[in-house]
């Protein structure tokens, strides 16, 4: 990995991409501390309310920003959320089908839309979460005026984080949305080393029953190493997971073209079992947390049925851990599904004269690919959904106590699948570039 940035630092094309890349999350997180007019910014900072349930989830996905009211304090949520919206109708409506199918003019104007639905998304979570803020009493004024500048601010930051995430795409390198979320989650190993210092120093409590007690030093020092060990598990796991292919034998018929004979040989089609990388992740928790945000904001009464609703829907339950896993499982499908098509690949083969040994090129071919497919990305989808559920479960196990490592599992993965994808796609570029100047 190091060797490979160390060589596009030496090539003037990416070393730009980098730094422009790099300049791209420098101003976001500066919009991280921009403060926003009209909170009191340290006794949101000291609130406990950040620090449980989804709000400790979204404080990791906006790097601490929703804790500390600042100016991208909604993130990349709207933006993400928008994405998965245009995606789903893209399918469901024909209109939208149809842009799809136009090429790069039709998908110009699917990102239009999308813009157009995460500016009213942002509008909708910006008052959401202005009266969050009103209800903790956060406000150093509540008049009309105040409320309007809040909201705004807010809504105009969450299109300036999709303007970022939007240039990363177009002029750096890597997937502007997974970027930012890793510069966010990054941004929170601090509060990570913190939470771990306080488990070593007995600080951290665990709920057994109905009480609750302190746990030992030597109690946390069994759980830090275990917790560490299962990072680095889940690390090599993922890394050897996003590695992992499945090759489908190709054999290319001979032909004599002219005086020459072309053909002949044997070659694979690789299949990868993670073959969409982290959006399944990204957008499974997305979905999930819709309801446990709607209840932070709206602040249901307690007993209520709305309240007991939204707790069967929150991040401390069962259901949610199951429902995460459910729809990792699904958007791997669905991203797979648009990502890759095997009739396209049939059509390719059977043009160029090639075919898999066993098997009728044509539509054989492609319910063939298909059903490897399928299987495959089930597998895929599998692994990657025990490692983001299972600190869920631990953490569900133990009372909650352990809830700073509720979301470690979707936060390694976002992490490590970034880097890996961000890396595949310098060395593809640099190899694309070699075979350039090799032709020239």
């Given at each position: 990995?190091?060797?490979t940035?160390?060589?596009a630092?030496?090539?003037?094309d990416?070393?730009?991409?980098?730094?422009?890349t790099?300049?791209i999350?420098?101003?976001?997180?500066?919009?991280?501390?921009?403060?926003i007019?009209?909170?009191?910014?340290?006794?949101?900072q000291?609130?406990?309310?950040?620090?449980?349930g989804?709000?400790?989830?979204l404080?990791?996905l906006?790097?601490?920003?929703?804790s500390?009211?600042?100016?991208?304090?909604?993130?990349?949520?709207?933006?993400i959320?928008?994405?998965?919206?245009?995606?789903?109708?893209?399918?469901?409506?024909?209109y939208?089908?149809?842009?799809?199918?136009?090429?790069?003019?039709g998908q110009?104007?699917?990102?239009?839309?999308?813009?157009?639905?995460?500016?009213?998304l942002?509008?909708?979570?910006?008052?959401?979460?202005?009266?969050l803020l009103?209800?903790?009493?956060?406000?150093?004024?509540?008049?009309?005026?105040?409320?309007?500048?809040?909201?705004t601010?807010?809504?105009?930051?969450?299109?300036?984080?999709?303007?970022?995430?939007e240039?990363?795409?177009?002029?750096?390198?890597?997937?502007?949305?997974?970027m930012?979320?890793?510069?966010?989650?990054?941004?929170?190993?601090?509060s990570?080393?913190?939470?771990?210092?306080?488990?070593v120093?007995?600080?951290?409590?665990?709920?057994?029953?109905?009480?609750?007690?302190l746990?030992?030093?030597?109690?946390?020092?069994?759980?830090?190493?275990a917790?560490?060990?299962?990072?680095?598990a889940?690390?090599?796991?993922?890394?050897?997971?996003?590695n992992?292919?499945?090759?489908?034998?190709?054999?290319y018929?001979?032909?004599?073209?002219?005086?020459?004979m072309?053909?002949?040989?044997s070659?694979?089609?690789?299949l990868?079992?993670?073959m969409v990388?982290?959006?399944?992740?990204?957008?499974?928790?997305?979905?999930?947390?819709?309801?446990?945000?709607?209840?932070?904001?709206?602040?249901?009464?307690e007993?209520?049925f709305?309240?007991k609703?939204?707790?069967?829907?929150?991040?401390?339950?069962?259901?949610y851990?199951?429902?995460?896993?459910?729809?990792?499982i699904?958007?791997?499908?669905?991203?797979?599904s648009?990502s890759?098509?095997?009739?396209?690949?049939?059509?390719?083969?059977?043009?160029?004269?090639?075919?898999?040994?066993?098997?009728?090129?044509?539509?054989?071919?492609?319910?063939?690919?298909?059903?490897?497919?399928?299987r495959?990305?089930?597998?895929?989808?599998?692994?990657?959904?025990?490692?983001?559920?299972?600190?869920?479960?631990?953490?569900?196990?133990?009372?909650?106590?352990?809830?700073?490592?509720?979301?470690?599992?979707?936060?390694?993965?976002i992490?490590?699948?970034?880097?890996?994808?961000?890396i595949?796609?310098?060395?593809?570029?640099?190899?694309m570039?070699?075979?350039?100047?090799?032709?020239?």
């Open positions: 990995m190091f060797t940035l160390k060589n630092w030496k090539v003037p990416l070393k730009r991409k980098l730094l422009f790099l300049l999350i420098v101003l976001y997180r500066l919009g991280c501390a921009i403060p007019p009209y909170l009191n910014s340290a006794l949101m000291n609130a406990a309310l950040f620090n449980q989804i709000f400790q989830y404080n990791i906006t790097g601490s920003a929703i500390q009211g600042t100016l991208f304090a909604l993130g990349i949520n709207p933006y959320t928008a994405s998965i919206v245009m995606q789903l109708l893209t399918i469901a409506i024909p939208l089908e149809n842009l799809a199918k136009e090429g790069e003019e110009k104007k699917i990102n239009q839309y999308t813009r157009y639905v995460t500016v009213v942002g509008l909708i979570t910006a008052i959401g979460y202005y009266q009103k209800s903790q009493n956060f406000l150093t004024d509540r008049g009309f005026f105040p409320a309007a500048v809040i909201i601010c807010y809504c105009a930051g969450s299109a300036l984080v999709m303007w970022l995430a240039k990363v795409n177009e002029n750096g390198v890597g997937n502007g949305i997974s930012i979320l890793l510069a966010n989650i990054i941004s929170r190993l601090p990570f080393a913190a939470a771990i210092v306080n488990l120093t007995g600080k951290q409590t665990i709920k057994l029953g109905e009480t609750t007690h746990i030992p030093f030597w109690l946390g020092i069994i759980i830090t190493l917790a560490i060990a299962l990072a680095v889940m690390i090599g796991f993922i890394v050897w997971m996003t992992s292919e499945r090759r489908i034998p190709i054999q018929a001979k032909r004599v073209v002219g005086r020459k072309y053909g002949g040989q070659s694979n089609l690789p990868k079992v993670n990388g982290v959006m399944p992740i990204i957008f499974a928790s997305s979905i999930c947390s819709i309801i446990p945000t709607i209840q932070a904001f709206t602040r249901p009464a007993n209520s709305w309240d609703f939204c707790d069967f829907f929150g991040t401390g339950s069962w259901f851990a199951l429902l995460t896993f459910v729809f990792i699904a958007f791997a499908y669905f991203y797979t648009i890759f098509n095997p009739v396209e690949i049939s059509n390719n083969l059977k043009t160029q004269g090639g075919s898999i040994p066993g098997i009728r090129p044509g539509r054989p071919t492609a319910e063939y690919i298909t059903r490897i497919l399928n495959i990305t089930l597998i895929g989808a599998l692994l990657l959904a025990v490692v983001a559920v299972l600190p869920m479960i631990i953490n569900l196990c133990t009372g909650g106590s352990l809830s700073a490592l509720a979301f470690g599992g979707s936060s390694i993965i992490v490590v699948g970034v880097i890996l994808e961000t595949r796609e310098i060395e593809a570029q640099m190899t570039r070699h075979y350039k100047g090799f032709l020239g």
